[in-house]
């Protein structure tokens, strides 16, 4: 994922990533074998693209002044099958969280790549619950969820909530950036708990 190989840079470069449903042949595709709209994703496939770019490095003496900083990211697997779960789904997601809490790292904002799928929503529940102690009151209020303007945008979907994490949240007084929580969750159940400051 992109946070991973930001972490891995030991010199200045950049990291792109580019996801599209908007390739004709493969719309219609879609479209010819209704899988358009399907009980998965509520919202059905929303058609969309997007590429995103870093100049990510180490920060030095001479580096010019970050948009943000990445304090931690943590990655795992759901050990469920999400098409038929034996047991309560964003255990593991929790736990990632849990990690990045007792780091040192207290969020003001929450960004996930919710998309209406069902799955997800039982994921941020979960994780909700667990850390309701250590997690601003109206968090769980006010989720910044950009799949749901924008559109489901694949691999690049981290891409996007990490770019949104790295600018001031729209409410926000001017000059203050508060920090960050951004939770991703990708079928097959790739999962990441990122913090920004």
């Known amino acids: 994922t992109i946070p991973e190989l930001i972490l891995k840079a030991d010199k200045l470069q950049i990291v792109a990533v580019v996801d599209s449903f908007l390739i004709a042949d493969l719309l219609d595709s879609l479209a010819a074998s209704n899988r358009m709209l399907c009980r998965d994703q509520p919202h059905g496939l929303i058609p969309s693209e997007a590429a995103v770019a870093f100049l990510a490095g180490p920060l030095t003496d001479t580096a010019t002044q970050p948009l943000a900083v990445l304090h931690a990211c943590f990655s795992a697997q759901e050990d469920q099958d999400l098409r038929r779960p034996d047991g309560l789904l964003g255990q ?106």
């Open 92 to 197: 593991p997601l929790a736990g990632l969280v849990h990690r990045l809490l007792v780091s040192g790292h207290a969020p003001q904002r929450l960004l996930s790549d919710l998309n209406g799928e069902r799955w997800r929503s039982e994921e941020i529940a979960v994780l909700l619950a667990r850390h309701a102690n250590r997690l601003p009151d109206d968090l769980p209020s006010h989720i910044e969820a950009p799949a749901s303007q924008l559109g489901y945008c694949g691999a690049a979907m981290s891409g996007v909530l990490l770019a949104l994490a790295c600018i001031p949240a729209p409410d926000a007084p001017v000059g203050q950036k508060d920090k960050a929580l951004i939770v991703v969750s990708q079928d097959p159940a790739f999962l990441d708990a990122i913090g920004v400051s």
